[in-house]
């Protein structure tokens, strides 16, 4: 591989990461769906989760849990790596913001912690093709 092939690659993948957190931030679910290959493989179980596999299992839990969620989240120092020419893994520095509405139990979360996936290159571009989140700390503000 080029060394120009694994710079653009590599931006290709941050971009995708980019459209991951604000489609999720912004609700725009049709479009953050297009984020992940269709057979994606979500780990949450480090966050006291499932593992979720496939796209639309993955976005069908996800909606109606943050629709009503004000959401912020920010993805930093990603660390890259190109296995071959169609697939990569990287970890991903993430700290997030959660404000539930009025009424709810918890207030409000600010985390901290990692993403761990893989990407798989498709007919569309790069894909997420597994993903895991784990938190080195939450604080909570609750009702």
Known sequence: MNSVGTVDDIEAIKQLKARYFRMMDTKRWDEFAQV??????????????????????????LRPTLESVTTVHHGHMPEIVLQDADSASGTWAMEDHLWWPEGSPIKRLHGYGHYHETYRRTADGWRI???????????????
């Open 36 to 61: 992940f290959t269709e057979d994606v493989v979500i780990d949450m179980t480090a966050e006291g989760g499932a593992v979720t596999n496939g796209r639309d299992a993955f976005v069908e839990f």
């Open 129 to 143: 093709a597994t993903m895991s989140l784990t938190r080195l700390r939450r604080d909570f503000e609750f009702a």
